[in-house]
């Protein structure tokens, strides 16, 4: 069983940075592909970005292409999310999520962590 545990949430003025961490307990984080996703207040939850388990593919919504960059350091059973140039419309819990391999159903979830950017 994996179990993701989110960190690096907070309060950024827009333009501002955050990196968001996911470090997941199990001895099979290195073989998920792994992906952010993101929920704002009254919407749906949305895709944000994803990785393959080497980090070699990767995949990105397009509202945050050029600004986000996902990674992973397998052996810190830990995969990032580095935002640059925040908007208020980044505003959002995000989560973080492994799937047994690319292109697959996301199974383990995290608990969530806050972003919130001020205008």
């Known amino acids: 069983q994996v179990q993701p545990v989110e960190s690096g949430g907070g309060l950024v003025q827009a333009g501002g940075s955050l990196r968001l961490a996911c470090t997941a307990s199990?001895?099979?984080?290195?073989?998920?592909?792994m992906g952010w996703f993101r929920q704002a207040p009254g919407k749906e939850r949305e895709f944000v970005a994803a990785?393959?388990?080497?980090?070699?593919?990767?995949d990105y919504a397009d509202s945050v292409k050029g600004r986000f960059t996902i990674s992973r350091d397998n052996a810190k059973n830990t995969v990032y999310l580095q935002m640059n140039s925040l908007k208020p419309e980044d505003t959002a819990v995000y989560y973080c999520?492994?799937?047994?391999?690319?292109?697959?159903?996301?199974?383990?979830w995290g608990q969530g962590t806050q972003v919130t950017v001020s205008s």
């Open positions: 199990g001895r099979t984080f290195s073989r998920l592909a």
């Open positions: 990785l393959t388990w080497s980090g070699s593919t990767t």
């Open positions: 999520a492994g799937a047994p391999t690319w292109g697959r159903e996301y199974v383990f």
